[in-house]
């Protein structure tokens, strides 16, 4: 299933497509969810990925927009489109991550690169009342270029 929009529904995998916006509100993913390069989400307000969510190049990425996410395996979001759409954003924010966090080779805009810190600008403004992530294994953030990159309490 491709997400072009909001989806609030059911399904196994979900691919948001190049040059996409794409907002999981509610849904339910039982498998995968692949971010496709210059894609933009928006994942969170209660919404369920069954195993992973892994974006390659993405213009932006926002875990726990206005809500909680929660992983049931990994998320990694690795690489930077060198053309995008969209101004580029990646924010880690009140998301329960089962085993793996990996946030590698990224370039951000704006604001720039934020995994929680609940008085944390970025997510503070996706989702005000925001809890602290949860990263089950490991949580690495490594060779990431953005104006402020703040990794806050990861439990």
Same mark, same amino acid.
């Given at each position: 299933?491709?997400?072009?929009?909001?989806?609030?529904?059911?399904?196994?995998?979900?691919?948001v497509p190049s040059s996409q916006v794409c907002t999981?509100?509610?849904?339910?993913?039982?498998? *995968?969810?692949? !971010?496709?390069? *210059?894609?933009?989400?928006?994942?969170?307000?209660?919404?369920?990925?069954?195993?992973?969510?892994?974006?390659?190049?993405?213009?932006?990425?926002?875990?726990?927009?206005?809500?909680?996410?929660?992983?049931?395996? *990994?998320?990694?979001?690795?690489?930077?489109?060198?053309?995008?759409?969209?101004?580029? !954003?990646?924010?880690?924010?009140?998301?329960?991550?089962?085993?793996?966090?990996?946030?590698?080779?990224?370039?951000?805009?704006?604001?720039?690169?934020? %995994?929680?810190? !609940?008085?944390?600008?970025?997510?503070?403004?996706?989702?005000?009342?925001?809890?602290? *992530?949860?990263?089950?294994?490991?949580?690495? !953030?490594?060779?990431?270029?953005?104006?402020?990159?703040?990794?806050?309490? %990861?439990?």
């Amino acid at each position: 299933m491709t997400c072009t929009g909001i989806f609030t529904g059911t399904a196994k995998d979900l691919v948001v497509p190049s040059s996409q916006v794409c907002t999981l509100s509610g849904a339910t993913i039982t498998h *995968d969810v692949t !971010v496709q390069p *210059d894609a933009s989400l928006g994942a969170g307000a209660g919404t369920t990925i069954g195993h992973d969510l892994i974006a390659t190049k993405p213009a932006e990425l926002v875990a726990g927009y206005f809500g909680s996410l929660r992983v049931g395996h *990994d998320l990694k979001i690795s690489g930077t489109d060198a053309t995008p759409s969209f101004p580029r !954003v990646y924010a880690v924010c009140n998301t329960t991550i089962v085993h793996d966090l990996r946030i590698t080779g990224t370039t951000a805009d704006l604001i720039g690169l934020s %995994v929680v810190d !609940v008085a944390d600008v970025l997510c503070s403004f996706y989702d005000p009342g925001a809890e602290p *992530d949860s990263v089950g294994h490991d949580a690495v !953030v490594t060779g990431n270029s953005a104006p402020n990159i703040d990794v806050g309490k %990861v439990s």
